[in-house]
């Protein structure tokens, strides 16, 4: 049975018992079964810059696409005495309307175990899978599907050392691949190893330290090209983390890190500094919460002219709980980005920055607790610096959901 019967099977026995009190799900069930359907729309899906919608090698590219969307998911939630373990799989199909060599259908899923030796100490071993398709900002020129596969593997304890402080400790897996070779954002395998402290106020505010040491290698990389890409790379972090609630109506959660990332054999790829984020959270009634967060990133983008991403950002997002099955939504998102550390006599007569922008807002209506509809318009552009990295997009997308 394909992905589609197996989605309108499941529709069509949650749907006739939507009617009936007893189907309601509730979010103590320990198995929920629910289905979905969105249809969106896409302006300009291979973020094409303004030149190439026109004319140009790429103008057949320029169509306005539709993207259909069925996903059936189920999730288990069950507790034994002190464990708890929770399983979701979600069966995804994608339906591009007019590149429908794009259409592709994944089971993402993962599982979680909350763990607790004794009530002092306790932590959560959880892994997963994930699957979607890249994103054609940066690979502008290129109409081929490329799907991106995250594998994870997650463990954490925290131990409880008296009075307000815990220790905690962490250790990840993860790797990332492509289908297709995307030299700047690599497929790549990364270990990660952190230890931190704790503290925790009577009013429930939190602030810790940790550490993190992490290693990785880069995998799939073009033969060709390997003399300038690096294979392997260390990282260290330190961190400081809090949770300040200020009142009942506002709570501040910020990040604050130092980030080194060295490569063996291959310096010019190296990058440091420091990264975080704030985020603000405002609710003056019940009715009524706005967030807003300020940040900055570090991230590897590997090319003839760069090596590094330096990403600061600013969104705010309003939700209004217009009634009690009825809400409207916005977000405003804005970043620059600049590009540095290019390969010897390799550097660009300006460095590449872009400045993105994107707008959004939402409807979002409840009607029975089974039950949700949502409808969303969104429009975002790109203007960069360097010639071709500029785009502009608008779309709207219709979502249902269903849960037994």
């Known amino acids: 049975m394909g992905l589609r019967q197996i989605f309108f099977a499941g529709a069509a026995v949650v749907v006739p018992l939507l009617g009936s009190s007893a189907a309601s799900a509730d979010a103590g ?66 339906r591009y309307q007019t590149y429908d060599y794009l259409s592709f259908n994944t089971f993402n899923h993962s599982g979680a175990w909350l763990w607790s030796a004794t009530p002092w100490l306790k932590g959560t071993l959880s892994t997963g899978q994930q699957k979607a398709l890249n994103s054609y900002a940066d690979f502008q020129g290129s109409s081929e599907r490329n799907i991106r596969t995250l594998d994870f593997t997650h463990f954490d304890a925290e131990s409880n050392l008296g009075a307000a402080w815990r220790l905690l400790t962490a250790f990840d897996h993860a790797s990332r691949t492509n289908d297709l070779p995307v030299v700047q954002e690599g497929d790549d395998r990364i270990r990660s190893l952190s230890l931190g ?17 992490s290693t ?20 260290r972090e330190q961190e400081l983390r809090m949770l300040w609630l200020f009142s009942g109506k506002t709570t501040m959660e910020g990040r604050l890190s130092y980030i080194s990332r060295t490569h063996p054999a291959l310096s010019v790829r190296n990058y440091s500094g420091p990264v975080g984020d704030l985020t603000v959270t405002w609710a003056p009634s019940g009715k009524l919460r706005v967030l807003a967060t300020v940040g900055r990133d570090l991230a590897a983008y590997q090319s003839d002219t760069s090596s590094v991403a330096a990403t600061n950002r600013f969104s705010l997002t309003p939700v209004w709980q217009t009634t009690a099955h009825t809400s409207l939504r916005a977000s405003y998102q804005r970043a620059g980005i600049d590009y540095s550390g290019a390969l010897a006599g390799q550097a660009p007569t300006v460095e590449r ?16 607790p089974t039950v949700s509809l949502s409808l969303s318009l969104q429009s975002s552009k790109r203007l960069s610096n360097t010639s071709g990295f ?13 849960t037994y």
Do not use: C
């Not at 505010?205 to 040491?213: A, D, E, G, L, V």
């Not at 920055?353 to 029975?368: F, S, T, V, Y």
């Not at 500029?390 to 269903?402: F, M």
């Open 29 to 94: 069930d320990t198995f929920n079964l629910s289905a979905g359907y969105s249809v969106q729309t896409d302006s300009n899906l291979y973020r094409l810059s303004s030149a190439d919608t026109q004319k140009g090698a790429n103008a057949d590219l320029a169509k306005p696409e539709r993207i259909d969307t069925s996903t059936l998911t189920m999730t288990l939630d069950k507790s034994y005495s002190l464990q708890r373990f929770q399983l979701t799989g979600s069966f995804i199909d994608y």
């Open 197 to 213: 402290l704790r503290y925790i106020y009577p009013s429930g505010s939190t602030f810790s330290i940790r550490s993190r040491t």
């Open 216 to 235: 990785g290698d880069y995998l799939n990389r073009t033969q060709t090209i390997q003399s300038n890409l690096p294979s392997h790379y260390d990282e």
């Open 353 to 368: 920055h872009d400045d993105q922008e994107a707008i959004q807002i939402g409807l979002d209506w409840k009607p029975r």
């Open 390 to 402: 500029d785009y502009k997009t608008h779309g709207a997308a219709l979502a249902g959901q269903i």
